[in-house]
Nanobody, 114 residues
């Protein structure tokens, strides 16, 4: 499974963006997909997960500001975030889990700054 993220950008506080992650390869083996983020020197933390049925979970820190969705026809998951804060500045990683292992994308930088 290969994952390619896109959509990272420099955004002003209060702004919005949408991250995309497209999977290729053995996509039928993917169960849950998700988004994580990591700041330099910190552990990677979960932001959102979404299963094949489209049922998602959102981390408390972004709840109410983030929505995760999945288009199985395009093998793509999305993370839409609004009312962005400087604390949301991180590298955002896409994650895919199969029964055997998990996979990571290369990451996309989100910077929230005026």
């Amino acid at each position: 499974v290969q994952l390619v993220e896109s959509g990272g950008a420099l955004v002003q506080p209060g702004g919005s963006l949408r991250l995309s992650c497209t999977a290729s390869g053995s996509v039928l083996s993917i169960n849950t997909m998700g988004w994580y983020r990591q700041a330099p020197g910190k552990e990677r933390e979960i932001v959102a997960t979404i299963d094949k049925a489209g049922i998602s979970g959102i981390q408390d820190a972004v709840k109410g500001r983030a929505t995760s969705s999945r288009d199985n026809t395009r093998n793509t998951v999305y993370l839409e975030m609004s009312n962005l804060k400087p604390a949301d500045t991180d590298v955002y990683y896409c994650n895919a889990r199969t029964w055997a292992r998990q996979y990571w994308g290369q990451g996309t930088q989100v910077t929230v700054s005026s």
